[in-house]
Structure formats: C-alpha cells, structure tokens
Nanobody
Framework: QVHLVESGGGSVQTGGSLRLSCAAA????????MGWFRQAPGTEREEVST???????????SFADPVKGRFTLGQDSTKTTLYLDMNSLKPEDTATYFC????????????????WGQGTHVTVSS
C-alpha cells in the first residue's frame, strides 16, 4: 500500500514563498504520474501540476495556467519526495493542497490517480 504524506503548509504574506513536500512511501514512480491538486472552501478540487516519469531521470511536467511561472516541481536526491515550490504567492492560492500518485498517462495528461495524501493547508494573506 502506497502512503503519501504532505507537509510544508502554513501562512505566508502575498508575494512570499512556500515549499510543500510529498513523501511517497512504497511508491514505484517510473511509468506513473504524480501530481499536486488544491481545493479551496466551497470550490471543486483543481489540478495544480502533474508529472509523468518515463524513466528514473526523464519526465514530462505540466502546470495549470493560474500557477504557471510561479510554481515549480522538484525531487530529493533519493526520489522519495516530490516538492511543490510556490513563489509569488497570491491570496487566491489559499487552499488545501493534496499530493496524488499512481496516475495513468493518457495522451498528454494524467488521469485516474490511485493514491492521495491527507492534505496540507496554505493561507496567503494580503
């Protein structure tokens, strides 16, 4: 069973930065998608970013329009943790952020994520 644990959420002022971490225990990432999603109160969950690993060292990543140019993905050296680096944060980024794994590559998108973390909350104040 894959277990995902998000961390790094907190409160930050507009224009600040945060790094969210997703520790993926027991996950074989090659050939699957991982991703970050977010959900604000009263809204539907939306995709933030996804990444598909063709091999251990090659991948394809995509970002939703609202975060393009501000958010980036990263990995630790052991490939066991996926990071979401959030920069130039805005109040509209306030949400609970979820890590997902086990997604299937479908054309140029990732779908059918099997594993989900509990979420970590981000609050951006003006």
């Amino acid at each position: 069973q894959v277990h995902l644990v998000e961390s790094g959420g907190g409160s930050v002022q507009t224009g600040g930065s945060l790094r969210l971490s997703c520790a993926a225990a027991g996950y074989t990432y090659v050939g699957y998608c991982m991703g970050w999603f977010r959900q604000a109160p009263g809204t539907e969950r939306e995709e933030v970013s996804t990444i598909y690993f063709f091999t251990r060292n090659t991948h394809f990543a995509s970002f939703a329009d609202p975060v393009k140019g501000r958010f980036t993905l990263g990995q630790d050296s052991t490939k066991t943790t996926l990071y979401l680096d959030m920069n130039s944060l805005k109040p509209e980024d306030t949400a609970t952020y979820f890590c997902a794994a086990g997604g299937r590559r479908n054309g140029t998108t990732c779908t059918d994520f099997t594993y989900w973390g509990q979420g970590t909350h981000v609050t951006v104040s003006s």
